[in-house]
Every structure is written in C-alpha cells, then in structure tokens.
C-alpha cells in the first residue's frame, strides 16, 4: 500500500513537471517575462532563472521515476514548490497581479490566486511522501 | 530521527542524488541556451522592458508630467489596469478600473466611455507591471486607436505628489 503510495505520488510529480517545463524550454524568452512580471528576483537573475529552471524541472522530473534519485528529486522538488508558493503568497498579499507561470508563459495566462498556493501544498505533501519513503529495498522488503 | 550509519548514509545518497540532478541541470540548460535558436541573453536589463515593448509595439509613452496635464486638462479617460484590489486602495482621481485579468468582465462596464478615437491613458503600479501595456494592446485589437501608455504608473504619480483617491 505504501509502496503504491510512493510510486503514484511520484508519477504525479513527475507529470506536472514534465508538462510544466516543456511550455518553458520552448520560449525561454517567455519565461523570463514570466518570471519579470513575478517582480521578485532582481534583473540580473530573471534571465539565469529562466535558462536554469526549466531544466532542472525536466531533470528532477526525469530522476523521480529512478529509485535511486528518487528521495534527492523530492527534496529538490519541495524546495522548488515551497520557493513557487512563498512567491506566489507574496504577490497575492501585496496584490500584484499577475499569472502563474506555472503551465503556460502566455501572458494571457489567467491570473494567479490561492488555489494555485493549495496545489502547490498538496504537491508539496506527494513529495514530502515520496522523501520519506524508505529506500527502494525496505519497501521490497515490506512488500513481502 | 537516529543517527545510525544507515541515516547517514541515506543523507549521503541523497544529497549526492541532488547534486547530481543540479549538474545535469546545470550542463543541459547552459548547453541549450548556447546552441539554441531561442537563446536568451544571460543577464538583460529589465528596467526598461515594458517602455521597449510599448516603442517596439508603435505604442506612445508619457511621462509623469503629461500625465499630470493631460489629468488637469480632462481631454483623456484614465483606465488603470491593476487589479481591483489595488484600484481601491489607491488609484488616480477619476481613473476607471479595467485590470487586465478581467478585462473580459469588465469592459462592458467602461466600453460606453471608449470611442474608437477616445484619448485614453493606461497605467499600473509602476515601471515593472507590464498590465498597463497588455490592455493597451488589447484595447488596439479592438480597435482603439488614440491610447498612450504612462509607464510611471501610480509609483510615480505618488512620487510626483500628485493626488490620488480610494474606495469603490
């Protein structure tokens, strides 16, 4: 049962950061005004930002379905989603209005709310599930 | 937590895992923003971004102090494209609010203000919202052809000690 638990909410993670970086690797440039419009990091970092995460996303992606990368991907990936919620927290309490950036680098992307923050928690609890999973072994063991 | 040399070596793994993960990242997006077609400049000035997207769209910019004259004079509408949240804690004396979020929503609500030649002014908070540029452009499509985008924003109309009003 746990074993299945890990698996799928590892699965899941990987999916949402397959699909998210994809839209981002595509149109860097995007992404860039993407991060801008988030006004948080200062300028000289929005470009670097923009080149670095959507690869890391698509790598951690990639590692979470490997056993033996798995509890280093969701540590990477809570990390990631904790910095995206602390973001996203931030420009909802001081009302900057601008869209997610998660899925989409549109800027026709709808608006950020609080719900994009409950997902990212609910996210952050699949990868909390899959950092503390025992290794791939214990969970053999218990399966038996 | 216990700390057997079974832990330690779970946190071994898994920081080398994470570093490890960080270098392929690191490697693949160097790489690809090297060779790619789509490269990026790794460090752009963004503090003008939004008054070259305006140029590079045609679109005219104005300062603080023909925002000021055009406001004494009454001759443009004034559409501020925060969100409303933002426009009712502060926004400029008379402006209309029409958040580029929900333009959908609420255009209906100023479109009997706007004729295809109506002057109107578009602004947001400051020099790094670009809201202010995305309504002008959206009203352009819909065929207003007299917008000029103030950039300023409510940052600099504060700074310039102009007035500004609250509420609903």
């Known amino acids: ?144 | 937590m216990t700390d057997s040399p079974n832990a330690r070596n779970r946190l071994r793994e898994t920081l080398s895992s994470v570093f490890a993960i960080a270098a392929i990242a690191a490697v693949l997006g160097t790489a690809a923003n090297v060779i790619s077609p789509r490269r990026i400049p790794w460090v752009e000035d963004w503090s003008h971004y939004i008054e070259a997207r305006a140029l590079q769209e045609g679109m005219t910019l104005i300062t603080t102090a023909e925002a000021w004259e055009y406001f004494q004079r009454g001759t443009h509408i004034f559409l501020d494209a925060r969100s409303d949240a933002e426009y009712r804690q502060e926004r400029i004396p008379g402006a209309f609010s029409l958040p580029f979020m929900a333009m959908e929503e609420k255009m209906p609500e100023v479109q009997f203000l706007l004729g295809p030649s109506f002057p109107i002014v578009t602004y947001c908070s400051g020099e790094t919202c670009d809201e202010s540029f995305l309504v002008a452009v959206e009203l352009r499509k819909q065929g207003m052809t007299n917008i000029v985008l103030y950039a300023g924003g409510m940052e600099k109309w504060v700074e310039a000690g102009h007035p500004s009003e609250r509420g609903p």
């Not at chain 1, 995206?84 to 998660?102: E, I």
């Not at chain 1, 609080?114 to 599930?129: F, G, P, Q, T, Y």
């Open chain 1, 1 to 144: 049962m746990r074993r299945a638990a890990v698996l799928l909410s590892a699965v899941l993670l990987a999916v949402v950061f397959l699909v998210a970086c994809i839209p981002k690797i595509a149109s860097p440039h995007d992404f860039a005004v993407a991060v801008f419009r988030y006004q948080v990091l200062p300028y000289g970092l929005i470009n670097i930002a923009a080149v670095y995460l959507p690869w890391l996303e698509l790598v951690t992606a990639l590692a979470l379905l490997v056993p033996g990368w798995r509890r280093g991907a969701a540590l990477i990936v809570l990390l990631l989603l904790a910095v995206f919620a602390g973001a996203m927290t931030f420009n909802l309490l001081r009302g900057v209005n601008v869209s997610c950036g998660c899925f989409s680098v549109s800027d026709e992307a709808a608006s950020s709310g609080w719900w994009n923050v409950v997902r990212n928690l609910v996210l952050m609890a699949a990868a909390w599930i899959v950092f503390r999973a025992p290794d791939s072994k214990g969970l053999t063991d218990r399966a038996e």
